[in-house]
Nanobody, 127 residues
Framework: QVQLVESGGGLLQAGGSLRLSCAAS????????MGWFRQAPGKEREFVTA????????YYADSVKGRCTISRTNAKNTVFLQMNSLKPEDTAVYYC????????????????????WGQGTQVTVSS
């Protein structure tokens, strides 16, 4: 079982940067691919980015590609989301999620592949 706790959200300015952290508790963190999803007001939750358990293979949604970086430190059971050039449309609740996978480079992108979720952290970007 993996429990996830996000931190680092808040009120930010457009054009600024965001760094979210997700701390995982439980065993075998390094066997999980980790992802970030977000849900804007009145919209469906959507995929943002994910990283393989090897930490070598990231994947990004088109909406954040080029201004977003995901990373992880397996020794500290932590995954990070760095996003630059923030836009008001980045406003959402951001969720960390974990998917148990059996391939070192596999990066799930569907919510259904993720069996563990954090409570979410609010990010508000003002113009």
């Amino acid at each position: 079982q993996v429990q996830l706790v996000e931190s680092g959200g808040g009120l930010l300015q457009a054009g600024g940067s965001l760094r979210l952290s997700c701390a995982a508790s439980g065993r075998a963190f390094s066997m999980y691919a980790m992802g970030w999803f977000r849900q804007a007001p009145g919209k469906e939750r959507e995929f943002v980015t994910a990283i393989s358990w090897s930490a070598r293979t990231p994947y990004y949604a088109d909406s954040v590609k080029g201004r977003c970086t995901i990373s992880r430190t397996n020794a500290k059971n932590t995954v990070f989301l760095q996003m630059n050039s923030l836009k008001p449309e980045d406003t959402a609740v951001y969720y960390c999620a974990a998917a148990l996978v059996y391939g070192a480079e596999y990066v799930p992108r569907l919510q259904a592949n993720y069996g563990h979720w954090g409570q979410g952290t609010q990010v508000t970007v003002s113009s």
